[in-house]
């Protein structure tokens, strides 16, 4: 992504199905109880690379 023409910073993600894909603490069935993150429908959660 960039902002200004500048890079701002880069995420990886795949997408299945025309859908963004659940990863990480997103996913119900692996996360861990105390750091998932639930989204809903409409939202992704994801971590910027460094």
């Known amino acids: 992504m960039k ?3 500048k890079p701002y910073g880069a995420w990886k993600f795949a997408v299945k199905d025309n859908k963004l894909n659940y990863t990480d603490r997103t996913q119900r069935e692996t996360a861990d109880p ?3 993150i639930e989204g809903g429908r409409d939202a ?3 971590a910027m690379q460094e």
């Open 3 to 5: 902002i200004n023409d």
């Open 44 to 46: 992704w959660w994801y």
């Open 34 to 36: 105390l750091t998932f």
